[in-house]
């Protein structure tokens, strides 16, 4: 299986910073790389697919990069209801897995 | 509205059976793949099963920590996917995604609300 480690697993931020999530694939996925969003009791929702194309009624301020093994997700400037969980998945092989996890705090 | 709807989740004991639904709506069920996602409380996402869609003759996959306990099966006439769970465990216990995806490779465009699953005596 292939094994996402997101990083940092947790950080603290304020409205307005920009802010950057990485994600790295223990082998090359190409761009079958998507970006997850998930708030407390709510079920995740899709920001970003194939590593840079943003998902219809996502904000701008969300863009991700990457290719092969590792990948970013940089949010430009931190809005009040981007404080949440964000999670990385491969789709490149199945078992598709995801990463651990990164919790944005204010 | 694309939507994807959950039931059928509850308290179980240790080596009990579920099955959980999943109503879909708003798309052409039989064209797409259909996976079942669990979160347990307080953890990660974790992928449990797929079924895939029509043209690939709706064939399924598993988990390996489910494989041979869970199946899953789809009703294309009711638009509905199913989870059987046999011999659970404690393990089990999470809350139980059904997720929407295109086909190999596609992201999971589409997530139900989610039913919780809880195993113990």
């Known amino acids: 299986d292939i094994q996402m480690t997101q990083s940092p697993s947790s950080l603290s931020a304020s409205v307005g910073d920009g802010v950057t999530i990485t994600c790295r694939a223990s082998q090359s996925i190409s761009t079958y790389l998507n970006w997850y969003q998930q708030k407390p009791g709510k079920a995740p929702k899709l920001l970003i697919y194939?590593?840079?194309s943003l998902q219809s009624g996502v904000p701008s301020r969300f863009s991700g990069s990457g290719s092969g093994t590792d990948f970013t997700l940089t949010i430009s400037s931190l809005q009040p209801e981007d404080f949440a969980t964000y999670y990385c998945q491969q789709s490149y092989s199945n078992p598709v897995t995801f990463g651990g996890g990164t919790k944005v705090e204010i | 509205e694309v939507q994807l709807v959950e039931s059928g989740g509850g308290l179980v004991q240790p080596g009990g059976s579920l099955r959980l639904s999943c109503a879909a709506s708003?798309?052409?069920?039989?064209?797409?793949?259909i996976d079942w996602v669990r979160q347990a409380p307080g953890k990660g996402l974790e992928w449990v099963a797929r079924s895939r869609d029509k043209a690939n003759r709706y064939t399924t996959e598993y988990a390996a920590s489910v494989k041979g306990r869970f199946t899953v099966s789809r009703d294309d006439s009711k638009k509905s996917l199913y989870l059987q769970m046999n011999s659970l465990k404690t393990e089990d216990a999470a809350v139980y995604y059904c997720?929407?995806?295109?086909?190999?490779?596609?992201?999971?465009?589409?997530w139900g609300q989610g039913t919780l699953v809880t195993v113990s005596s």
């Open positions: 997720t929407r995806g295109g086909r190999s490779g596609s992201p999971f465009d589409t």
């Open positions: 194939a590593a840079s």
């Open positions: 708003g798309f052409t069920f039989s064209d797409y793949y």
